[in-house]
């Protein structure tokens, strides 16, 4: 083990033992340095904590790379800081605190609350958990110039997170994040302003959960349609957070009454009793809810991860087994839905826009082109699909926007992913594919029929802690000066590396500029045969990604299983040509 680090991160972690530390961190702490396993010393003091796609997030406990209430009180300080010099001339800066579930969410956020108004800063805060969506709403409504809110999104319940938003309810953009960052990195424990002002600080509860649940249920697009099956059998779970109260009254406001629980995930719970991992995305975390959907002979499930801004969606194939809809079929399925009841009710005006982020599928682009509605690509994560919107918002209307990871904004009233709203607008959906005699899984292979099949998979490799980041790196470098000369049998065509903002066509030779503000630590390859690869480190997590797409030929309803079946093979073998890279 290298002694030079050790060294290093034994000094760090020296300075947590003083005074400025409460004694539970610091038994915590020399208990690592008495250790002769310094590994936990190493990954818990190795580096900062860091602002990725998702904000800051970690594995909670002591140290400079861990959650806890001093990471978290350097942070609401240089943001303190930073917003008291960006808005000096305002009377009065106003910032919005929710928390999920998680253990350490309330008094992470409690604390931040007293920092907050001890640095002149008035507080909303929320009485009890909520959903990152209300939060977002909450920052706009409010009239806020920022907001945070306690959660790890689906991580395990050994994390947590803190998200910071900016005035018009996104997570914080260049240049903000970066000057954040800056003002949070001068932040020492004892420049942190702990003694705050409960005055300043007002309770937001069930009157404004009314406001936001109103709000919910204005994505609703063909009232009638719900009216006719308002008994629609709708399975919810929100895996024990906080779309426990939210989901279920905004589906019932919308008009839906066959409310289906699972009991034993409706308990409100950080340890998440019932999952490894509360991911919607994950079969194992969605099997309690297809049980019941099994038991009831159920229409839809739906289930949302801790803080409620992911949806995860399952329905029945053609052979009455429940399955989980992947993220790419989900924006799929909401937008599809969007640009033809907009079109059947005279609703498009001509200055409509869709968004999708780079990695999710080109089959949005393909049914926004066909539909001439113009569509934006953007980097992984909401708040650049918050960007897109503020940019074009004063001549044009937004009308949806997602990504492959179970994201989805119905409304721009909240400008982060939102799962509460697609909630009601999914439930719709699958009461207008019933209305046709149709399951979701119909409405799916309908949409391939007409715009094209495409397959798509994601793969990631976990490398932990500070050697798993320079293996992470050292991958992507590898992939850069040596990137694959075919992918399942079809030569390489065009990479894009959005962190030189280059596309190279290889086999012309020629180069192109790629169409982004800023650059990202993102690899594309696109084969001949309309392959799409992309790579890239997870921004919140220690994984490198991949996201695969290939396209297949569906002539005829009849030959869905033959085609899925090829191109999911020829899916599963790029996956091994790219690990073995």
Same mark, same amino acid.
């Given at each position: 083990?290298?002694?030079? /680090?050790?060294?290093?991160?034994?000094?760090?972690?020296?300075?947590?033992?003083?005074?400025?530390?409460?004694?539970?961190?610091?038994?915590?702490?020399? @208990?690592?340095?008495? #250790?002769?396993?310094?590994?936990?010393?190493?990954?818990?003091?190795?580096?900062?904590? !860091?602002?990725?796609?998702?904000?800051?997030?970690?594995?909670?406990?002591?140290?400079?790379?861990?959650?806890?209430?001093?990471?978290?009180?350097?942070?609401?300080?240089?943001?303190?800081?930073?917003?008291?010099?960006?808005?000096?001339?305002?009377?009065?800066?106003?910032?919005?605190?929710?928390?999920?579930?998680?253990?350490?969410? *309330?008094?992470?956020?409690?604390?931040?609350?007293?920092?907050?108004?001890?640095?002149? =800063?008035?507080?909303?805060?929320?009485?009890?958990?909520?959903?990152?969506?209300?939060?977002?709403?909450? &920052?706009?409504?409010?009239?806020?110039?920022?907001? &945070?809110?306690?959660?790890?999104?689906?991580?395990?319940?050994?994390?947590?997170?803190?998200?910071?938003?900016?005035?018009?309810?996104?997570? =914080?953009?260049?240049?903000?994040? @970066?000057?954040?960052?800056?003002?949070?990195?001068?932040?020492?424990?004892?420049?942190?302003?702990?003694?705050?002002?409960?005055?300043? &600080?007002?309770?937001?509860?069930?009157?404004?959960?009314?406001?936001?649940?109103?709000?919910?249920?204005?994505?609703?697009?063909?009232? #009638?349609?719900?009216? +006719?099956?308002?008994?629609?059998?709708?399975?919810?779970?929100?895996?024990?957070?906080?779309?426990?109260?939210?989901?279920?009254?905004?589906? $019932?406001?919308?008009?839906?009454?066959?409310?289906?629980?699972?009991?034993?995930?409706?308990?409100?719970?950080?340890?998440?009793?019932?999952?490894?991992?509360?991911?919607?995305?994950?079969?194992?975390?969605?099997?309690?809810?297809?049980?019941?959907?099994?038991?009831?002979?159920?229409?839809?499930?739906?289930?949302?991860?801790?803080?409620?801004? *992911?949806?995860?969606?399952?329905?029945?194939?053609?052979?009455?087994?429940?399955?989980?809809?992947?993220?790419?079929?989900?924006?799929?399925?909401?937008?599809?839905? &969007?640009?033809?009841?907009?079109?059947?009710?005279?609703?498009?005006?001509?200055?409509?826009?869709?968004?999708?982020?780079?990695?999710?599928? !080109?089959?949005?682009?393909? =049914?926004?082109?066909?539909?001439?509605?113009?569509?934006?690509?953007?980097?992984?994560?909401? @708040?650049?699909?918050? $960007?897109?919107?503020?940019?074009?918002?004063?001549?044009?209307?937004?009308?949806?926007?997602?990504?492959?990871?179970?994201?989805?904004?119905?409304? #721009?009233?909240? *400008?982060?992913?939102?799962?509460?709203?697609?909630?009601?607008?999914?439930? !719709?959906?699958?009461?207008?594919?019933?209305?046709?005699?149709?399951?979701?899984?119909?409405?799916?292979?309908?949409?391939?029929?007409?715009?094209?099949?495409?397959?798509? @998979?994601?793969?990631?490799?976990?490398?932990?802690?500070?050697?798993?980041?320079?293996?992470?790196?050292?991958?992507?470098?590898?992939?850069?000066?040596?990137?694959?000369?075919?992918?399942?049998?079809?030569?390489?065509?065009?990479?894009?590396?959005?962190?030189?903002?280059?596309?190279?066509?290889?086999?012309?030779?020629?180069? +192109?500029?790629?169409?982004?503000?800023?650059?990202?630590?993102?690899?594309?390859?696109?084969?001949?045969?309309?392959?799409?690869?992309?790579? *890239?480190?997870?921004?919140?997590?220690?994984?490198?990604?991949?996201?695969?797409?290939?396209?297949?030929? /569906?002539?005829?309803?009849?030959?869905? #299983?033959?085609?899925?079946?090829?191109?999911?093979?020829?899916?599963?073998?790029?996956?091994?040509?790219?690990?073995?890279?």
């Amino acid at each position: 083990m290298d002694k030079a /680090l050790i060294g290093e991160v034994s000094e760090k972690a020296q300075y947590w033992l003083s005074d400025l530390f409460d004694d539970e961190t610091r038994d915590e702490v020399q @208990k690592m340095l008495n #250790d002769d396993d310094k590994s936990n010393l190493i990954n818990s003091f190795y580096k900062d904590l !860091e602002f990725g796609t998702g904000g800051l997030r970690g594995i909670m406990g002591a140290g400079i790379n861990r959650m806890n209430i001093y990471t978290v009180g350097a942070a609401t300080q240089g943001l303190s800081n930073y917003l008291n010099k960006e808005f000096a001339g305002l009377d009065e800066i106003k910032v919005a605190i929710g928390h999920d579930c998680r253990n350490n969410s *309330r008094k992470f956020a409690e604390a931040s609350a007293q920092i907050f108004t001890a640095n002149g =800063i008035k507080v909303y805060l929320f009485e009890d958990l909520r959903p990152t969506p209300e939060l977002s709403y909450a &920052i706009r409504e409010l009239g806020c110039q920022s907001g &945070i809110i306690l959660t790890a999104s689906h991580n395990p319940k050994e994390y947590n997170g803190y998200k910071a938003y900016w005035n018009d309810g996104s997570q =914080i953009v260049a240049p903000h994040d @970066k000057l954040i960052v800056e003002e949070v990195k001068k932040v020492t424990v004892d420049k942190i302003k702990w003694d705050g002002n409960d005055s300043n &600080i007002t309770i937001l509860g069930d009157e404004f959960d009314q406001k936001f649940i109103e709000k919910a249920t204005s994505v609703v697009i063909n009232p #009638d349609i719900v009216k +006719k099956h308002s008994d629609l059998k709708i399975v919810f779970t929100p895996i024990h957070g906080t779309g426990v109260k939210i989901v279920p009254a905004a589906l $019932e406001a919308s008009g839906f009454k066959n409310i289906i629980h699972v009991p034993e995930q409706d308990v409100v719970s950080g340890d998440f009793p019932t999952v490894v991992s509360p991911n919607p995305e994950e079969p194992a975390a969605m099997e309690m809810a297809m049980d019941k959907a099994r038991q009831t002979n159920a229409d839809i499930v739906m289930a949302n991860d801790p803080d409620a801004d *992911r949806i995860g969606v399952c329905t029945k194939d053609d052979n009455g087994e429940w399955f989980i809809v992947n993220g790419n079929q989900t924006a799929l399925l909401f937008l599809y839905y &969007i640009i033809t009841q907009y079109k059947a009710l005279g609703k498009l005006k001509g200055n409509e826009f869709v968004v999708k982020t780079i990695v999710t599928s !080109e089959l949005i682009a393909e =049914i926004a082109r066909k539909n001439n509605i113009e569509y934006f690509d953007c980097y992984t994560g909401f @708040k650049f699909i918050a $960007e897109v919107i503020r940019d074009n918002e004063a001549e044009k209307k937004y009308i949806g926007g997602g990504e492959e990871s179970f994201g989805f904004m119905p409304a #721009d009233f909240v *400008r982060d992913k939102d799962a509460v709203s697609s909630c009601v607008l999914m439930a !719709e959906i699958a009461a207008w594919a019933k209305d046709q005699g149709k399951s979701l899984f119909d409405l799916l292979k309908s949409i391939y029929l007409e715009y094209g099949f495409s397959k798509e @998979k994601m793969k990631y490799i976990v490398r932990e802690g500070q050697q798993g980041a320079v293996e992470i790196d050292q991958m992507m470098k590898n992939f850069r000066s040596n990137p694959p000369k075919t992918l399942g049998g079809s030569m390489l065509e065009v990479v894009k590396d959005y962190s030189t903002l280059i596309a190279k066509n290889i086999i012309l030779g020629d180069e +192109k500029k790629i169409d982004q503000k800023v650059t990202s630590n993102v690899l594309q390859f696109f084969t001949q045969d309309g392959t799409k690869i992309s790579v *890239r480190p997870s921004g919140t997590e220690p994984k490198i990604k991949f996201y695969i797409e290939v396209k297949g030929e /569906l002539n005829s309803l009849e030959e869905f #299983d033959k085609v899925n079946a090829i191109t999911e093979e020829k899916v599963n073998s790029i996956m091994n040509e790219l690990v073995k890279q």
